[in-house]
């Protein structure tokens, strides 16, 4: 089963701080994502990402966040100035093309963050 | 305004008993609809995906059933184990390029099931 590996699993950070949370999508995928889920509340959208460019973000997804691919492997989520509200888990997902196709989307077991 | 509604909410059963899932969406025009599981603190894996034109659609003790035309999806999940306590989400996707919003899915709260020995 092929697998989407997240990094760090938990990280602590005082609000403020700037944070990355990291991912590794599965080798042959076109399509990235990052979700987050707050504790005890539904998944929420976050970010899309295409062809080396974002391709829709939600109202969440404002200046604090940024995504990128450095090095064509790695899929990387930036929080900066971390607020207590940005405690949660955050999912990344990939696919090999987009969900309006109906392919299975495959999410990482997330980074749980925590905001003090 | 896209939205999922699951029910019910949470839900108790016993080892080796059936139980089925609800799900209600507003989402049009609609492309698929997916069921997932999660287990407390991991990610969602996925259990099934159905198109528009799929009524029904298996993966082991799970059966999916979707109703394009009243915008239903129902799981069931047969011969419970206890390994089957999760939430258990439904997500849907509109049209590509239907103006769905934020790429197009659209999650629901989930239904958290507890399987009791």
């Known amino acids: 089963e092929p697998e989407v590996t997240q990094t760090p699993s938990h990280q602590v950070t005082q609000m403020g701080q700037e944070v990355i949370l990291r991912c590794v999508p599965i080798?042959?995928?076109?399509?990235f994502y990052w979700y987050r889920q707050i504790l005890g509340q539904k998944v929420e959208f976050l970010v899309s990402?295409?062809?080396?460019?974002?391709?829709?973000k939600s109202e969440i997804f404002d200046d604090q966040f940024s995504v990128e691919r450095p090095d064509g492997s790695n899929f990387t989520l930036k929080i900066r100035s971390t607020k207590l509200e940005d405690s949660a888990m955050y999912f990344c997902?990939?696919?090999?093309?987009?969900?309006?196709?109906?392919?299975?989307?495959?999410f990482g077991e997330g980074s749980w963050l925590t905001v003090v | 305004k896209n939205q999922v509604e699951q029910s019910p909410q949470s839900l108790i059963i016993l080892e080796g008993k059936n139980c089925t899932l609800q799900?209600?969406?507003?989402?049009?025009?609609?492309?698929?609809l997916r069921w997932y599981k999660q287990d407390t603190g991991r990610g969602p894996v996925s259990l099934t995906i159905?198109?528009?034109s799929e009524n029904t659609k298996s993966n082991g003790r799970y059966t999916a059933t979707l109703d394009a035309d009243t915008k239903q999806s129902s799981l069931h999940i047969t011969a419970s184990q206890l390994s089957d306590s999760a939430s258990y989400i439904c997500?849907?996707?509109?049209?590509w390029g239907s103006g769905g919003g934020a790429d197009g899915l659209t999650f629901g709260k989930g239904t958290h099931l507890i399987i009791q020995p």
């Open positions: 997902a990939s696919g090999d093309s987009g969900f309006q196709i109906g392919n299975t989307i495959y």
């Open positions: 080798s042959n995928h076109l399509y």
């Open positions: 990402f295409y062809n080396n460019e974002i391709s829709e």
């Open positions: 799900c209600n969406y507003t989402v049009s025009p609609f492309s698929n």
């Open positions: 159905m198109t528009f």
């Open positions: 997500v849907v996707s509109p049209q």
